[in-house]
């Protein structure tokens, strides 16, 4: 542990002496924007200069005794008056001043600093540093510090305020070195603490650079607030004697003495508590403000809410009209004048990027804006007026005539009540029925959407269901009671394809049943084609075009469609298909002049910045866009994309070559005593192999393995089971550490979510600088290649001085793409990179990958649940189910003429967005969600979901023998089907 200590000390040295000059004046800048961390550190420093330069003026030592003038109020002669033996209180304040300040100080610098040392150190490696930091823990709180401070610091008479210190530091980092364990624990599971281990980087810089930075925050504060307790423990002990001794003096022991005085001779006590007092504000003052200037994401904006305004009821027939909705959060209006109306039977389909108001539009409906929220219009459900309606109101509207079904259903469901408690109690929020009618209730809506044994499974917790299984629970609590309108936020979007193909059959049976009105909101355009009978367009917080399903897809009039539309991969268009990329990025709220499109449309001409367009056209297709009568149908005429450079053909040397890859994980049971009760088996006896140029996609629904494969290959450790050679070198024991340092930098993996694996506290050019550090690359060099890697990406070398979260989405993926890049690997590892993605964007991700494999000769191990992305940028695919693979070939092969029941059954499941093609599709339903990886049975996995297995002549084999990847596939009736 000392070791370690030591390693992290020199280690932290050495990043601060690298730290760019830029990074720190821009710390500095933030920090001298703050106004309370000015006015904190003034105060500081005038406190400082009265406590060591104050005794150069005083007229009287903080000893000196004058017998003339005892408890003498303020004078010339003693400026802040003297106390009972004659002492000036002004040399003593200042004396006493001088302890509290280095005493404050010190102790909560080294406490902070012994416990964020010992707690990041333990919470990382984890093992014997961790229990032996508990272990001390543990023997320091058992004993009384406050007991044993006041016992050995008046005995420490030569130095002993210096002894004083030690002691309170030692009695004071305990707590918080626990929560840093804490935090260290949580954060080395972030994807940007993952990122660098898998590029190689040292622990203890790993360490400096991501964890403790992170924990900053907590830090600061806990260092602001050890500044003050130590000054009050000091305070404390000293009113009881045992602080500092005399003939010396401190801030505590001018209160205690003058607590006695305080009201007869109030200025013995109210000098010394009044600048205790200053001193500790203007600490946590500072504390603020540095914490704040560490952290470049931190604000200090704030928003104003208004009153929300009441608007007249508007009749119709609809079950929903809504007129003229805007809603605003302080000065930023995020939903501008949108109208929509939706009558019973039908479903509309909203769609836009992330940003465009329409989860915002969904709460408007339902009441649920928070209180900040200024909202005015009108929303009427079934005449009943939601915009100023009473809670009594909204509580009789919710969940009976108007029901949600969310986005993430772990959380909407309560985790400690079961599933057929929570839907019973649905159930009798608005219906006069006794506990046993709504518990079978609950079991018929249980049946109703789908899930197995309902009786049973009413008894479980949403813990025990799948994702899939939840969203059904979802669908039955809205649809509890018969409701007249079911909204829907993104219902699908954290579901496998196959999963999400189950639900929308689901969710379009439970409207149908009951005749309800269904708001769709995705950004899923092909979901919207599969579903939608009317669609509106929303766009900086506005509806730009609106019409049915058929006439919008075939035929759209506003760019931002259009490009939205070619933006999207598609199973049905090959690979020399070009993406739409939608150029830039959405405005801000605040933007008011103008066609809030204008920045990023291609056809903007003068008007378009002069006066935003009204929503104009029949009633069956309307649009925002002055030009619409002259867009073309097709989206390349508008926006100008040129294919991508063909790819190289020639076949390259093997960059990966996997064999036999297996990883098998314990499986427990009990809390407490937890016993091994069999085993996880999740890859088992996998193949894979990819040659330079080339681009392998391994699919499959969550849990199959895909991510376990992966960081399988990423550890360059020994596998358990089979072989793993990269470019040419088994991995194996006989790979010293230094030849493994080397094959880091020859592969390089990019994450799904590119603002979780950047680090939010790192500016972009230390974030790609940081894998040529771990391979040890000079500091030119680095100074060279930063630049290079940007502009190859797409982007500019004077955005390496910028913080990731001042980029969109789409341009952190690519600061991601260019971090991998900065050592020239020969294979870059893609886990699903543009799924956090708006399709706008992803497009351009997806266009920048296929130029680079193209340019730099790159291969890619490209793992996605998207079959549409496949089928855009691979060259071969592997699909895999529970640790194996069934069927692999190249993308055309497998994609145009699917063999195993599972491919047949993912490609039916992938919506094409366009609704005349979609909605006469045969589609394959699988049964269920995939077992769990926990037993291995005789047979074929996937027989217990297979859609032909009942129709087989001979279904014992499937039973009896587990099929081999045979001719690229693991099916014995491949050819039958």
């Given amino acids: ?36 961390a000015l006015v904190g550190t003034v105060v500081v420093a005038l406190l400082f200069v009265l406590a060591f330069a104050g005794p150069l003026f005083a007229q009287w030592s903080y000893h000196d005794i004058d017998y003339a003038a005892l408890r003498q109020p303020p004078s010339p002669a003693h400026w802040w008056g003297t106390n009972g033996i004659g002492q000036d209180i002004f040399a003593q304040t200042v004396r006493g001043l001088q302890k509290s300040l280095l005493i404050g100080l010190a102790v909560a610098v080294s406490a902070t600093a012994l416990a964020a040392l010992v707690g990041a150190v333990a919470g990382y490696f984890g093992g014997r540093s961790e229990r ?89 504060i806990d260092a602001t607030i050890a500044v003050g307790g130590a000054v009050m423990t000091e305070t404390s002990l000293s009113y009881f004697g045992f602080g500092v001794q005399p003939p010396d003096v401190s801030l505590g022991t001018l209160i205690a003495d003058g607590t006695t005085s305080a009201v007869t001779y109030p200025w013995i006590f109210f000098f010394p508590a009044v600048l205790l007092v200053v001193f500790v504000v203007a600490v946590n003052l500072v504390g603020d403000g540095l914490r ?34 805007h809603v605003s959060f302080g000065s930023a209006p995020v939903v501008r004048g949108v109208d929509l109306t939706v009558r019973r039977g039908e479903v509309l389909g909203i769609v836009g990027e992330s940003g465009s108001g329409k989860s915002v539009t969904a709460l408007a409906i339902l009441g649920l804006l928070p209180a900040q929220a200024s909202v005015t219009g009108s929303i009427g459900v079934l005449g009943e007026q939601v915009i100023g309606a009473s809670r009594r109101t909204l509580d009789r509207l919710r969940g009976n005539r108007v029901a949600i079904v969310f986005q993430d259903s772990l959380s909407a469901l309560t985790p400690v009540y079961r599933v ?23 079991v018929e809506l249980l049946t109703l959407v789908g899930i197995p044994d309902p009786e049973v499974r009413a008894q479980a917790f949403p813990e025990e269901f799948s994702g899939g299984m939840r969203q059904r629970v979802m669908i039955a609590m809205a649809i509890a009671n018969d409701p007249d309108l079911i909204i829907a936020d993104e219902p699908t979007t954290a579901l496998d394809v196959t999963v999400q193909a189950q639900i929308l059959d689901v ?70 298909r070009p993406l739409v990329p939608i150029p830039g990025r959405p405005p801000s709220p605040q933007h008011h002049t103008g066609c809030p499109f204008a920045d990023r449309c291609p056809m903007m001409e003068a008007a378009c910045r002069t006066a935003e367009p009204a929503l104009l056209g029949p009633a069956g297709h309307q649009v925002a866009c002055r030009r619409a009568d002259e867009i073309p149908s097709d989206p390349f005429e508008v926006y100008g994309v040129h294919a991508p450079p063909s790819a190289r ?38 193949d894979l192999h990819i040659r330079r140029g080339e681009t392998l996609a391994l699919v499959g629904e969550s849990g199959c393995g895909k991510s376990t494969t992966l960081f399988e290959i990423l550890r360059l450790e020994p596998p358990e089971a089979g072989s793993v050679e990269l470019l040419g070198r088994r991995i194996d ?127 890619y191990l490209f793992v996605t649940h998207d079959l549409a992305v496949v089928a855009t940028i691979a060259d071969r695919v592997s699909v895999m189910y529970l640790g194996r693979i069934v069927e692999t070939g190249d993308v055309d092969s497998v994609f145009g003429a699917p063999r195993h029941p599972y491919t047949q059954a993912l490609l039916s499941a992938v919506p094409v967005p366009d609704p005349a093609v979609e909605r006469g599709r045969e589609r394959i339903l699988l049964i269920g969600e995939p077992p769990g990886a926990g037993t291995r049975t005789p047979g074929c996995r996937f027989r217990a979901r297979c859609p032909r297995y009942a129709e087989l002549d001979r279904p014992a084999l499937c039973a009896e023998r587990e099929p081999a990847l045979t001719e690229g596939v693991a099916c014995h009736f491949a050819g039958q089907l």
């Fill in 1 to 36: 542990m000392a070791e370690l200590s030591a390693e992290l000390l020199a280690e932290a040295a050495d990043t601060a002496a690298r730290a760019p000059a830029g990074r720190l004046r821009v710390t500095a800048r933030r920090f001298l924007r703050h106004r309370g």
């Fill in 132 to 220: 032996l930091l508990l272990f001390v823990v543990d023997l320091l709180l058992i004993f009384p510090s406050f007991l044993i401070i006041s016992i050995i610091s008046p005995r420490l008479r030569t130095g002993g305020w210096v002894a004083f210190i030690g002691l309170l530091a030692i009695f004071g980092w305990m707590i918080s070195a626990r929560v840093v364990r804490t935090l260290t624990i949580s954060l080395k599971e972030r994807q940007f603490v993952r990122a660098a281990q898998f590029m190689g980087v040292r622990p203890l810089t790993i360490i400096v650079r991501h964890i403790l930075p992170s924990t900053a925050s907590f830090l600061i």
């Fill in 292 to 325: 704040d200037a560490i952290d470049p994401t931190s604000g200090s904006a704030r928003t104003i809410g208004r009153p929300v305004a009441r608007a007249t009821r508007r009749p119709g027939d609809a079950v929903l009209d809504v007129n003229d909705l």
């Fill in 420 to 442: 057929g408690d929570q839907l019973a109690e649905a159930v009798r929020a608005h219906r006069d029925v006794d506990r046993a009618t709504a518990a079978r209730r609950a």
């Fill in 507 to 576: 969710l379009r049976t439970a409207q149908r049943e009951t005749g309800a009105a269904l708001v769709l909101i995705s950004h899923d355009l092909g979901v919207i084609a599969r579903m939608a009978d009317r669609v509106a367009v929303m766009y900086a917080g506005r509806v730009v075009e609106q019409a049915t399903a058929a006439e919008l897809f075939a035929r759209p009039l506003m760019p931002y469609t259009l490009g939205l539309i070619g933006a999207l991969p598609r199973l049905d268009a090959g690979r020399d």
């Fill in 649 to 686: 053909t020639s076949a390259g040397p093997v960059v990966l070559d996997v064999r036999g890859l297996a990883k098998t994980f314990p499986q427990f049971r009990g809390k407490v005593f937890k016993r091994r009760i069999g085993s996880v088996f999740a890859v088992d006896g996998v």
């Fill in 733 to 859: 024991g006989t790979l010293d550490p230094a030849g493994r340092a080397a094959l880091r930098g020859d592969v390089q993996l990019v994450f799904q979510d590119p603002m979780a694996s950047l680090d939010p506290r790192l500016p972009v050019g230390d974030i790609i600088a940081e894998p040529m550090r771990a391979q040890h690359a000079r500091e030119a060099a680095i100074a060279a290649r930063v630049p290079e890697v940007l502009r190859l990406v797409g982007l500019e070398a004077g955005h390496a001085q910028r913080f990731p979260h001042e980029f969109s989405g789409g341009q952190r993926q690519r600061i991601a793409i260019a971090r991998a890049l900065s050592v020239e690997p020969a294979l870059l590892v893609l886990d699903e990179p543009v799924s956090a993605l708006d399709v706008s964007v992803q497009a351009g991700v997806l266009n920048l990958l296929r130029d680079l494999k193209a340019r730099l000769g790159l291969a």
